[in-house]
């Protein structure tokens, strides 16, 4: 390594405010820094568009099963399977939601510490070291989130309602086609008890809800690159 590049201290001032050169020099690096952020924001929509895809399959099929199992004398197991359909779905979108982040984390910082410092380099960059980090992150990239932080947050904003609307509708269900009956007799099925079935059905929500509990502030949305602000 020649001294030149020894000496390079991407914290430096001069360094880390590239912003205000773009925008007061016609430099070289504004056009690669151009052409980054747009294949960056391009991986990003796409991986969104995933994201949107099993989401939108999700809430169609649980939906059309819950409107299924009123449609007649259909039994209260159809709501349960759509429950298990809707969990499948979750681990799906956990997965496809920590790609996602990989691309989201670098447009936000290119946003917040090159194109916000260009627009105005009174307010300096969000962090010192952001060019050593984008430069690790493309030499060594790795997922930001854990597996279990993005099946929270994907938990929490999307599957959490519907999953507690689907478990109103079931018990809506068994009392709504058996009237005469108490919740535990209507809630078995053949060769299952009806308490099996609750008890079943209980540990299940409950463990949702411990898992919808976030870990770190990152998960919560109070800082990090995987969610700045309110994070879609």
Request: charged share 25%.
């Amino acid at each position: 390594m020649s001294d030149g590049e020894s000496d390079f201290d991407p914290e430096a001032p001069e360094e880390k405010e590239i912003g205000r050169e773009m925008v007061d020099e016609s430099t070289g690096l504004g056009s690669v820094a151009a052409h980054l952020y747009r294949g960056e924001m391009e991986r990003m929509v796409e991986w969104r568009d995933r994201l949107d895809t099993t989401t939108n399959w999700a809430v169609t099929v649980m939906s059309a099963i819950v409107a299924y199992a009123f449609s007649g004398e259909v039994s209260h197991a159809v709501i349960l399977a759509g429950l298990i359909m809707g969990t499948v779905f979750l681990f799906i979108e956990a997965r496809r939601f920590r790609d996602y982040d990989v691309w989201r984390s670098r447009v936000r910082v290119l946003q917040e510490n090159l194109f916000a410092n260009a627009l105005d380099p009174s307010a300096g960059v969000e962090r010192d070291a952001w060019r050593e980090e984008l430069s690790e992150d493309y030499r060594d990239p790795s997922r930001n989130i854990s597996y279990r932080g993005a099946f929270s947050h994907r938990l929490r904003r999307v599957y959490l309602p519907l999953i507690t609307a689907m478990l109103v509708g079931w018990l809506f269900h068994i009392w709504a086609f058996n009237p005469d009956e108490t919740l535990l007799e209507s809630a078995s099925l053949p060769g299952i008890d009806g308490t099996v079935v609750v008890a079943a059905v209980g540990i299940y929500y409950g463990t949702l809800l411990l898992l919808a509990i976030p870990l770190s502030a990152k998960e919560r949305g109070e800082s990090g690159e995987a969610e700045h602000g309110d994070l879609e």
